[in-house]
């Protein structure tokens, strides 16, 4: 049975990282790649991510505060690459 306290530290990560998915998946079709390519592309990172988060989360539960300041800081480098890239100063 999932205990949903478990998870509540990373809630930020997983909206953010949710928002940060589309992002790229908006820059792949920007870029003209193969939809089908890119959906199981997308897919496969989003069920590792599932999967990783699912069992590594009793070991991670410690490090909680430390993974959503790296997660967070790297969402939003992301974030400020893809809006860069898509305004053509990248």
Sequence with gaps: MVNWKD???FSGLLIFGNI???ILASQGAV???NPIILCVLSLIAVII???LGTYATKIAIKYAD???IIGGIAIILLGIEAMLEGVGIL
């Design 7 to 9: 998870y509540a530290p």
């Design 20 to 22: 940060e998915n589309l």
């Design 31 to 33: 870029a003209h790649v």
């Design 49 to 51: 991510w599932l999967l």
């Design 66 to 68: 430390y993974i959503e």
